[in-house]
């Protein structure tokens, strides 16, 4: 019987279990242990954080590939392809990879008898596939939270978390306070938590304190001011950051690993972080003489961060602003973020997607600003041209799943498309 392939398996995934989020460890526990992935030989850092966990990853596994380590990089949720989100020595795994590791867990899950989410059948392939290829370290970023998620079915030998924002209120809490619980939680005692936010509220910092980890937090125990990085180790260097990167971001990722003894040297560092890329992070292209930008911000404060980015670099012509997201996400507050920058709005829909807002309950919010509705992303890309002149800004955000879909869009019509660096990186 010939093997399903992955979009076979990644359909029958979606629909199996009853719950499309369902936290909890007990279920995963078991199979992780049916396959013996609990207790790695090599190095887990686990990064968690309401934005900014993909930067942290990027920026630690340059770190640690440009040692001429072996890195296992698994990351959620994907731009363009399901297998961006298992990614060995900065190679996406393969189809046939996948669904090797995919039959290896339904057969450990029927063995103790547990039904298992998409998103579990995920983090088990890439422990799976990170023991198989024997990489030297691990990095795994939490998906939703990080008590419950099924990363921190690992004990890590150290954490990040980079921000502690008002995101999936309904599973983690409705304040900052609640949800920094729930972050720290990925932390272990005796182990290395470092902070990447200096303004986090208090039940962080006294939860890591409580479970006996070792807190650096950023304006104590390391400091970063005007790209000047102290490690704790005392180390002092100049970074420079990659373009629409956070910096206390990039920096963490350097600190984690100083805490955690790896030897780096400070033009070493340096190097290694000024050529971190991450896709949907500010990315800049150039579609038919138009400035496009992709943001995977779906809160208020990576919309925040965006506008940020977007005041400090000046546009001439009009700027078009392409958003869809989530229902259950700020809808209003990243429109009014955006909206003093905007002069056209164009709203596709999500098709297919539960959560996500049909484009004219965005287009109620959006009140009198001009704005046009989409019956599909296809049909958006095919009219954006005529839509737009030549120097005009495109600002594409709201979900990883818009800036995926559109960035499809563009690669499947033929344009003189400048083609976005290292697609393969951060629901959501």
């Not at 019987?1 to 995963?28: C, F, N």
């Not at 990659?242 to 040297?265: R, S, T």
């Not at 920058?341 to 109620?364: D, F, I, K, M, T």
């Amino acid at each position: 019987m010939t093997e399903p392939v992955l979009a076979a398996w990644l359909v029958q995934l979606e629909k199996q279990h009853p719950k499309s989020i369902d936290l909890g460890l007990e279920r995963v526990r078991a199979v992780a242990n049916q396959l013996d992935l609990l207790n790695p030989s090599y190095k887990t850092i686990t990064v968690a954080g309401t934005n900014g966990k993909g930067s942290c990853v990027a920026s630690v596994d340059q770190l640690l590939r440009d040692q001429g380590l072996s890195v296992g990089v698994y990351t959620s949720p994907h731009l363009r392809h399901y297998n961006e989100r298992i990614v060995i020595d900065g190679e996406p795994a393969s189809d046939n990879d996948i669904v090797m590791a995919f039959s290896a867990i339904d057969k450990a899950s029927v063995e103790v008898d547990v039904s298992l989410s998409y998103f579990e059948y995920a983090t088990l392939a890439g422990l799976w596939l990170f023991k198989r290829a024997g990489v030297s370290w691990q990095i795994l970023e939490v998906g939703l939270g990080g008590r419950l998620d099924a990363v921190n079915i690992i004990d890590a030998d150290a954490c990040v978390v980079t921000s502690i924002g008002l995101d999936h209120t309904e599973w983690l809490g409705d304040s900052r306070d609640l949800i920094a619980i729930e972050k720290a939680g990925v932390a272990r005692q005796a182990r290395p938590a470092v902070i990447a936010e200096s303004d986090v509220p208090e039940t962080l910092r006294a939860t890591l304190e409580a479970l006996d980890a070792r807190v650096y937090q950023v304006g104590r125990e390391w400091q970063l001011h005007d790209s000047q990085l102290t490690l704790p180790s005392g180390l002092t260097l100049p970074l420079v950051l990659p373009k629409g990167l956070q910096p206390q971001n990039v920096a963490a990722a350097a600190v984690v690993l100083d805490v955690l003894g790896v030897n780096q040297g400070a033009s070493a560092i340096r190097a290694s972080l000024s050529t971190v890329q991450v896709a949907g992070r500010q990315q800049q292209l150039n579609w038919c003489d138009r400035d496009v930008w992709c943001d995977v911000a779906h809160n208020r404060e990576s919309v925040e961060a965006l506008v940020a980015a977007l005041d400090a670099e000046s546009s001439q012509g009009a700027c078009h602003a392409v958003f869809a997201g989530m229902s259950d996400k700020p809808l209003l507050d990243m429109i009014n973020l955006m909206s003093s920058h905007v002069n056209y709005w164009h709203l596709p829909p999500l098709s297919g997607l539960a959560r996500a807002a049909e484009p004219e309950a965005v287009a109620a919010l959006l009140g009198d600003q001009h704005c046009k509705c989409y019956d599909s992303i296809e049909n958006l890309s095919s009219r954006l041209f005529d839509a737009t002149e030549a120097g005009d800004r495109i600002v594409v955000f709201g979900s990883f799943v818009t800036v995926g879909a559109l960035l499809s869009q563009f690669d499947q019509r033929p344009s003189p498309i400048t083609p976005p660096l290292n697609l393969g990186a951060d629901a959501q």
